[in-house]
């Protein structure tokens, strides 16, 4: 268990809603960190937080937000839905950022499907 | 260019038997942080070892030792008296400290497409 707790573990929904997936970082980590694992991009990073403001961001579509709250928990928000954003979405956390050995730490994953 | 390229898709080892997983990188920082993680048939995903650029000995963590070879820009795992459970998928990614740049990459893992390991009874 590495501390981090995401929810919903899966999520099946239509072409078109709109979903937000939780995550709670470990005690202590100020981080967190969004990725996308699909099977044809494999693991892409997403967006990271860093005590409530917004770091980081990779290839992330304008459909998607994210943020961070005060008590540190984030939540990825995911909009119009498309068949291709079924994936497994993983938060990650960590201490700090910008340090090269800060290792991330990684929830369970949530697994969304859309029909 | 690829960031981080692994080039075996899949690799068979017998149980108590080591083996070696190929991770090569390219980046043009001198700071910069190397990690492996494991992911299980069961989708999480599991630190296993980190190595950083400036790090003059090679890491280890129990069965698991991070072959770095800097001027050729290797990372490869390697992972001592398998056993069943290591069967699993692993990947190499790679953290840039790009300082000097002031860029806005701080954060984000680069990932490779990882290897799939098979340990056979």
């Known amino acids: 268990d590495s501390g981090v707790t995401q929810t919903p573990k899966h999520l099946i929904t239509a072409t078109g809603q709109r979903v937000t997936l939780r995550c709670s970082p470990r005690?202590?980590?100020?981080?967190v960190y969004w990725y996308q694992q699909s099977l044809d991009q494999g693991l892409q990073f997403l967006i990271q937080y860093y005590n409530g403001e917004e770091r980081a961001k990779g290839n992330i579509l304008e459909r998607f937000s994210a943020q961070q709250f005060p008590d540190l928990h984030s939540e990825l928000n995911l909009s119009s839905l498309e068949l291709g954003d079924s994936a497994l979405y993983f938060c990650?956390?960590?201490?700090?950022?910008?340090?090269?050995?800060?290792?991330?730490?990684f929830g369970p994953g949530t697994r969304l499907t859309v029909l | 260019a690829q960031k981080i390229t692994q080039t075996q898709p899949g690799m068979f080892v017998q149980e108590k038997e080591a083996v070696t997983l190929d991770c090569t990188y390219d980046?043009?920082?001198?700071?910069?942080?190397l990690f492996w993680y494991k992911q299980p048939s069961s989708g999480e995903m599991i630190f296993l070892i980190y190595?950083?650029?400036?790090?003059?000995q090679n890491a280890t963590e129990g069965r698991y030792s991070l072959n770095f070879q800097k001027a050729r820009k290797s990372a490869n795992l390697v992972i001592s008296a398998s056993q069943l459970g290591d069967s699993a998928m692993y990947f190499c990614a790679m953290r840039e400290a790009p300082f000097y740049a002031g860029g806005t990459s701080y954060g984000k893992l680069t990932f490779g497409q990882g290897t799939i390991l098979t340990v056979h009874p």
């Open positions: 005690s202590g980590d100020l981080s």
């Open positions: 190595q950083g650029s400036y790090d003059q």
């Open positions: 990650a956390s960590s201490v700090e950022y910008g340090r090269a050995g800060d290792t991330q730490y």
């Open positions: 980046t043009s920082d001198p700071s910069y942080g």
